[in-house]
């Protein structure tokens, strides 16, 4: 009954995309990614290792809770519903980089689908380099209204706690090549949505973007693993695809890509803007 539940939540994420944020396809610039308005605030209220109750954007109405009860249900929640997961924290809170425990907290949504997701990405990953990992940590979020994103960001969380300190180079890389595998496919007249693996390739002879990256990994992915390691990214990937929608919506992103410095989102993204915001 649990993993029904989960999976009919998964499902209305893939559907809805990130609650109250917009892919922002069309928008050029990170000036873009702002919010009228910040209905949540603070540091680390998502982080399950600094937090035991998390925030819920889709509580149950008096009348509903009432309703479960005489059914002999419960509210659902992220902690109820992933808890069966084994590495459910780092699904639902993926430390790409820093401390789990680290006082300060930058928050990266991401939009695979939106071209200048790796433009934000890159802003982030330059910030990072002047920033104490025993200070702050970087956690990252997925979300994408092409199917395909999701598997990038499974691996991700993969790589974050199976291959320590390697998280924050798949990134850049899987975002880079999303980008110039679209450039490619608009020169040859081919281009399409990224639905799965395949969709995702310039040539007939290219590897799909995660496949192609797991033997980059230190060490590399065994063949006799990469289909079990495959099909973790792809449910990792919709649990963290969940979690970007509380996100957004606790926090009133409008726009994807974002980033969230203690829980204040940035108007404009730049590697001094996130400096600065956490001074």
Known sequence: MKRALYGVLCLAV?????????????????DMVQATATPGSGTNAFNPY??????NTRQTT?????????????????EGEAAHR??????????????????????????????????????VVEASKSISPA????????????????????????????RKGQA????SYALGRWNAVKAAQRSSGSEKKF???????????DLPIHYGYLSHLKPPVP?????????????????NMYQAMQVCQYYGVQKVPAVIVDGRVLGKVSAGSILAALK
């Open 14 to 30: 893939m559907l809805m995309g990130c609650g109250a944020a917009s892919n922002g396809s069309s928008d050029n610039g990170a």
């Open 195 to 205: 639905t799965n693996e395949y969709d995702a390739t310039a040539t007939a002879q």
């Open 223 to 239: 063949a006799n693993q990469e289909l079990a390691v495959a099909k973790y990214c792809y449910d990792a990937g919709n649990v």
């Open 86 to 123: 084994k590495n459910w924290r780092e699904e639902i809170y993926p430390v790409v980089f820093g401390e789990r425990n680290a006082p300060n907290e930058i928050l990266v949504v991401l939009n695979f689908s939106n071209p200048e997701s790796e433009n934000v990405w890159k802003q």
């Open 50 to 55: 600094m937090t035991e109750k998390l925030p």
């Open 135 to 162: 200070q702050c940590k970087i956690v990252v979020y997925g979300q994408s209204s092409e199917n395909y994103g999701t598997d990038l960001m499974g691996l991700a969380i993969w790589i974050a706690h199976s």
């Open 168 to 171: 924050m180079p798949w990134l």
């Open 62 to 78: 008096a009348e509903g809770q009432s309703m479960l009860g005489r059914l002999g249900g419960r509210a659902q929640s992220i």
